[in-house]
């Protein structure tokens, strides 16, 4: 039976099997990260935290389109999210902390293991004291979850995001007691590498959540 | 076909040392096991019995549907029913399934060890059976199921009428979540694998067509999941914490809901559909001995479904107040997605003209599933019309064309990948003429269930109603005894593959002659995958010229056998 | 020569597909019902389009996918390779620019259909019409206490030519009201003159509705809080059925109304009776009907719902 359709040449390979002696062919090592096992893990976590900036933006624009549009927004005789010192306090450590973890991060590089823990530790002794400050915040704080369209997203979307750093802080617990092993670093250390990804994460997250509920007036 | 031309895949025969210790351990099954292929069959086993379950509940629907009147079951019981059904099966069928499919197949298609990161995909596995039980306890509080539909539209499913905490609106929030987590899990691990562990010489033109759907169904889930996670979660708050977002009396905005949970839920459709297609593109050039007609153009009219999908979510929203100029860009965007649709459709027809076609049951699902949405892909771009939109929208025909989608597209394509891999997940062969008998009946059933919902649906039978009008009668009655017929068609797929997978005879490395990389390990594979890495030097579906003939001669006799 | 056989039977098979299609398409018009409104007819118009050319692209598709079912098949054990071929930019160029001019006309004539339609839509994403919140609604996550003042919201959405009709339509769960603000007449039954623009106000006092009557061939979902204008022409005497098509609870089925399009006369007759009753409790409520008498049925759930809300007050009743 002849072909309706014309054919067009196959690419120049070996007709050999599709299985067979690495490097018959100038390609066949493209797209071959099978031992990168640093570059996979990094890889694997920064989809994750893109998924979640994404749960974070859906948060964000959902309390932008109630601002922009609801007509009870703010409800009279409330006033929007207490704004003070600790506030920005609370935000300068949390976000000099990024800084702190970054340090740690390159004394581990360098192995100066000691200096890592002290580091590491400061980190998340910043982290709980962000948290400690956000938690008072929300026991000063007249709003109530039921307050207009602004109540809500304010908890819902702080409360989020201290769960976060929370989290975070449990991350550099686990990585602090692993830090104690024996050879922990002697394939590498993309665990902490993650950790500290994490973190810079949850603080690029206040950096907008603080500029929605306290810095837009 | 002389024996030079033959291709050894590898030079191991049939080990069975590679198999002892992998198949025989019936009870890993029920562990947390890190090998990809038991994930695989623990999703695969788990999504069915909850295919089989929200089956029984549209049965039930199509009892109640069967006269006008509401005197089957209580029209509550039937709001939940409905709301079960949909939930159900797509969270705990389409998705899990899918991804048991994806989890088998990814590692030995682009010649990995494994997946990425073993014990999440391990833990992302144990937190789909609790999401499925938590769904189904629902059905014992007093309040009964959520029953706002799968949609769960607010306000209505936060208007609450017992309990404000056990609720079933709150279980299936916490379900939702709890599988959306699960999902962005698995999202990682796919995508990271498909990107970072691929064999030597396997670049991104050479992989196959389902793996490249994978990819692009996987980074829909990373990029959109969280739009309805979102959603669900602030749902969750208004329904137990009291707050506003969506409570249109209190401020809050009903329809900022539903372009939420669209942004996700439209993209989704092709998080179930490209595998599907990438199921069709592997099985249908197999047993054409064809190769894919056109291979680059489809894997980037893959990508583009998945980006274009992302721009049609109002679609579904053209009566829900949205504003004339949203209308019209959304009808434009919707139809531009036949074009890369098309793009496959037509390469499939191109694969099988003037091939040497076998009729085996894997290719008849493929093929059926493949004409079927040809169906379902003209009553799509009829509903992105938008001015007809209006008429048919939440009718029977909507109901009509997305099942075309779901069941004649998506579930017969997966039915068929499970035939076409079942030698390589068992080392054994199911039985052809019980397969066979399975496609007529499901054919035929899916036809007589679906089609009748089309002219239901112009005449104006809405959708979600326990009661109609006496009208609507006849066709009703054909659709319930397609779907009757539908859950008869299940039985001889359960018999065969439960059969076969204990007594089936077993089979050669390679039963299909077909390429690919999972076709060269043993039948099941070993522990981690291949003897040694494989190199990749061809590109996909080598099929058509006798040089590269996958045809296995070490089982000719399984091969008589089988067609007997 | 068996190719030229070929070519010649794939033409007349093609033929014979346009054919059909046109054929089917004009048959589509009677999967319709009646054209009771002026966008119905341009409804059926785009759909019987649509059908046509549906019809071309899925017999031209199926039919080649049957042809090769039937005329390539393998013989029995046959397992040789088939043809090289791995595609065609001509080919593939073809048929992926035809789909995008096949798809740009679709859309274009829908388009074209869409602005001539009587029916109008929202004008703003979300919650457009800055109705203020007169009080804080009731505390308990109870249902049907939404229940705003009407003739508020009705001043607000004050668009539109004077001489059409205007009805307010004011939808809970599960029923019907349709107020006439010219003669302050409520029912349970919509009556609309022909011929006749009427601007439908449609309000909604618990959850989303969807107002729906499918000889009208539109459909516009109700949103609690926020009045959405419809416009319609019925264009043909007769009776039809009022749908709820957005799910809303419960007794979902049974939100329907009926609705009568008259003569200017018989309307202005009907209108002018219903102004002269007293207004009662609609009798007539499905809704509440079941839920005091509840049928027999093989499986009983008995799962709390919500109540249906008190049944309204209207002069006419049907
Ligand atoms: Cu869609």
């Known amino acids: 039976m002849s072909n309706f359709i014309p054919s067009r040449e196959l690419p120049k390979q070996q007709p050999q099997s599709q299985t067979g002696a690495q490097g018959s062919d100038p390609e066949s090592n493209r797209g071959f990260f099978s031992d990168d096992e640093r570059g996979k893990v990094l890889f694997g976590m920064t989809s994750f935290l893109t998924s979640e900036s994404l749960v974070f933006a859906a948060f964000f624009v959902a309390y932008s389109a109630l601002r922009f549009s609801s007509t009870n ?145 | 076909m002389t024996a030079d031309n033959t291709i050894q895949s590898t030079d191991t025969k049939r080990g069975e040392d590679s198999q002892s210790g992998y198949r025989e351990n019936w009870w890993q099954y029920f562990t947390f096991n890190k090998d990809h292929k038991v994930i695989a069959i623990q999703y695969l086993v788990t999504s069915f019995t909850f295919f089989l379950i929200g089956g029984l509940f549209a049965m039930i629907i199509r009892g109640e549907l069967v006269t006008p009147p509401s005197d089957l079951v209580d029209r509550q019981l039937y709001n939940g029913l409905f709301t079960m ?119 991104f033109f050479r992989m196959p067509i389902f793996v490249w759907s994978v990819l692009s169904a996987q980074l829909l889930q990373l990029f959109f999941l969280p739009s309805l996670t979102g959603g669900v979660l602030l749902l969750l708050c208004d329904l137990s914490l009291g707050t506003n977002f969506f409570e249109p009396f209190r401020g809050g905005d009903p329809v900022l809901y539903q372009h939420m949970f669209w942004f996700y839920s439209h993209p989704t459709v092709y998080v179930w559909a490209l595998p599907v297609f990438g199921i069709i593109a592997e099985i249908l050039p197999a047993f054409s001995r064809n190769p894919l007609f056109g291979y680059k153009s489809v894997a980037v009219a893959t990508i583009g479904i998945a980006v274009i999908s992302a721009t049609v979510w109002a679609h579904h929203m053209f009566t829900s107040g949205t504003p004339m100029w949203m209308r019209i860009l959304f009808m434009f ?18 694969t099988v003209w003037r091939g040497k076609l076998h009729l085996d049951t894997p290719f008849l699902f493929a093929l059926g599933s493949a004409a079927m949405f040809l169906f379902a892909g003209v009553t799509g771009v009829m509903l992105g019309a938008m001015p007809f939109d209006l008429h048919v929208h939440n009718t029977h025909f909507v109901v009509g064309h997305f099942h075309y989608v779901v069941y004649n597209t998506i579930t017969v394509g ?136 996958t045809v296995d001669s070490t089982d000719e006799g399984a091969v008589r056998r089988h067609h007997r | 020569m068996l190719r030229i056989l070929e070519f010649l039977v794939l033409g007349v098979c093609f033929a014979a597909i346009l054919a059909f299609s046109f054929w089917l398409g004009g048959e589509s018009y009677s999967w319709m019902p009646a054209q009771a409104s002026t966008d119905a007819q341009r409804v059926d118009n785009l759909f019987s389009f649509l059908v046509t050319m549906s019809s071309v692209i899925f017999f031209g598709v199926a039919g080649l996918q049957i042809y090769s079912l039937i005329f390539y098949r393998a013989r029995e054990g046959d397992y040789t390779e088939g043809h090289p071929s791995r595609g065609n930019r001509k080919i593939e160029i073809f048929w992926m620019g035809i789909p995008v001019l096949l798809v740009l006309w679709i859309a274009g004539y ?24 007169v009080a804080e609604p009731a505390e308990a996550d109870t249902v049907n206490t939404g229940s705003q003042s ?169």
């Open chain 1, 73 to 217: 927004f703010l409800p009279a005789g409330v006033s929007l999210p207490n704004f003070d010192t600790s506030t920005i306090i609370d935000t300068v450590v949390l976000l000099s902390s990024s800084f702190v973890i970054f340090l740690a991060e390159r004394a581990l590089a360098r192995r100066k293991l000691n200096l890592f823990r002290l580091l590491w530790l400061t980190t998340s002794a910043m982290g709980a004291f962000f948290l400690s400050g956000e938690v008072q915040d929300w026991l000063k704080e007249t709003l109530k979850l039921s307050t207009g369209e602004i109540g809500g997203p304010f908890f819902i979307i702080t409360g989020f995001h201290a769960m976060h750093v929370t989290v975070g802080i449990l991350l550099q617990t686990i990585m602090l007691i692993r830090s104690f092993i024996p050879h922990n670093y002697d394939k590498g250390h993309y665990g902490v590498t993650c950790v500290s990804l994490f973190w810079h994460f949850v603080d690029g997250i206040w950096l907008i959540v603080f500029t929605l509920f306290y810095l837009w007036r």
């Open chain 2, 85 to 203: 059904h949909g939930t159900v099966m797509i969270f705990l069928w389409i998705i899990p399934s899918l991804v048991g499919l994806s989890n088998f197949l990814i590692p030995l298609m682009i010649g990995a060890k494994d997946i990425a990161f073993p014990f999440l995909n391990a833990l992302a596995f144990w937190m789909f059976p609790p999401a499925g039980i938590l769904l189904m306890a629902s059905f014992f509080l007093p309040s009964g199921t959520a029953q706002a539909g799968w949609w769960s539209y607010p306000p209505l499913s936060t208007q609450n009428p017992s309990d404000p905490v056990l609720n079933g609106q709150l279980f299936w929030c916490l379900s939702i979540v709890l599988l959306g987590v699960s999902s962005i899990m698995g999202a990682v691990n796919f995508v990271t694998t498909i990107v970072r562990l691929r064999a030597p010489g396997m670049t």
């Open chain 2, 333 to 350: 965007t919707s139809v531009l997605i036949a074009v890369p649709t098309g793009v496959k459709e037509f390469s499939w027809t191109a």
């Open chain 2, 414 to 549: 997966i039915f068929g990948a499970i035939y076409f891999w079942f030698p390589k997940m068992s080392g054994r062969m199911y039985n052809e003429g019980w397969g066979k008998l399975h496609f007529l009946l499901t054919f035929i059933g899916a036809n007589l269930t679906f089609f009748p919902m089309m002219p239901l649906g112009l005449q104006g039978m809405v959708r979600r109603i326990a009661s109609y009008d006496p009208q609507y009668q006849w066709w009703n009655v054909i659709a319930s005894f397609g779907g009757f017929l539908l859950g008869v068609s299940i039985l001889p797929f359960i018999a065969n593959i439960i059969y076969s997978w204990a007594f089936g005879y077993k089979v050669s490395d390679n039963p299909w002659h077909a390429t690919g990389l999972e076709w060269t390990t043993t039948s099941p594979p070993p522990k981690e995958n291949f003897k040694e890495v494989p190199t990749v030097t061809l590109a996909p579906y080598s099929y058509g010229r006798p040089q590269y003939s």
């Open chain 3, 110 to 133: 829908s388009f074209s259909v869409y602005v001539g339609m009587d029916v109008i839509g929202p004008t703003t994403v979300l919650g457009d019409l800055p109705v203020p919140l």
């Open chain 3, 150 to 318: 009407d003739e508020r919201v009705a001043d607000t959405v004050n668009i539109g030519s004077q001489d059409d009709e205007r009805v307010e339509v004011i939808s809970k769960q599960w029923s019907w009201t349709f107020l006439y603000p010219s003669k302050n007449v409520t029912s349970t039954e919509l009556h609309l003159p022909v011929n006749r623009p009427v601007r439908l106000i449609l309000k909604s006092e618990d959850v989303l509705h969807g107002f729906y009557v499918p000889e009208f061939r539109t459909k516009q979902d109700i949103i609690p809080n926020r009045p959405i204008e419809l416009r319609i022409v019925p264009i043909l005497v007769g009776k039809y059925q009022l749908h709820d098509s957005e799910l809303s609870g419960t007794y979902f089925a049974l939100m329907g109304a009926n609705v009568y399009v008259e003569s200017a006369e018989d309307y202005a007759k009907w209108l002018e009776q219903a102004a002269a009753k007293t207004p009662v409790i609609a009798a007539t409520n499905q809704a509440a009907l079941e839920h005091a008498q509840p049928p027999k049925r093989l499986i009983r759930s008995n799962w709390y719902t919500v109540l249906p809300a008190e049944p309204p007050i209207v002069n006419h009743s049907g």
